[in-house]
């Protein structure tokens, strides 16, 4: 089993930045890519981005490309998500998740772990 935890969501301006940590407990952090997913209301859950078990590869949504930064220590079994550039329409429940596809996967059914969630918002 693996827990994972999220922290850093709030509320934000528009064109503000926020980091997003998901911090990690159980197996092996390092045997696991992780990606970032988001929810809105009323909408399906949206990949993000993922990183792979290493840090040295990372993928993105179009949506969120160039804005966002995933990394990831593995010394600290923790991954980030840097928002920048935050829009209104980035609003949603952010979920960290892990994937025993250690070159990461942008498809939810890929992740066998998920955290519980941190909510962000940004104003207009």
């Known amino acids: 089993q693996v827990q994972l935890v999220e922290s850093g969501g709030g509320l934000v301006q528009a064109g503000g930045s926020l980091r997003l940590s998901c911090a990690a407990s159980g197996r092996t952090f390092s045997n696991y890519a992780m990606g970032w997913f988001r929810q809105a209301p009323g909408a399906d859950r949206e990949f993000v981005g993922s990183?792979?078990?290493?840090?040295?590869?990372?993928y993105y949504a179009d949506s969120v490309k160039g804005r966002f930064t995933i990394s990831r220590d593995n010394a600290k079994n923790t991954v980030y998500l840097q928002m920048n550039s935050l829009k209104p329409e980035d609003t949603a429940v952010y979920y960290c998740?892990?994937?025993?596809?250690?070159?990461?996967?942008?498809?939810?059914?890929?992740?066998?772990?998920w955290g519980q969630g941190t909510q962000v918002t940004v104003s207009s």
């Open positions: 998740a892990a994937s025993a596809i250690r070159t990461g996967t942008n498809k939810s059914p890929g992740y066998n772990y």
């Open positions: 990183i792979n078990w290493s840090g040295t590869s990372t």
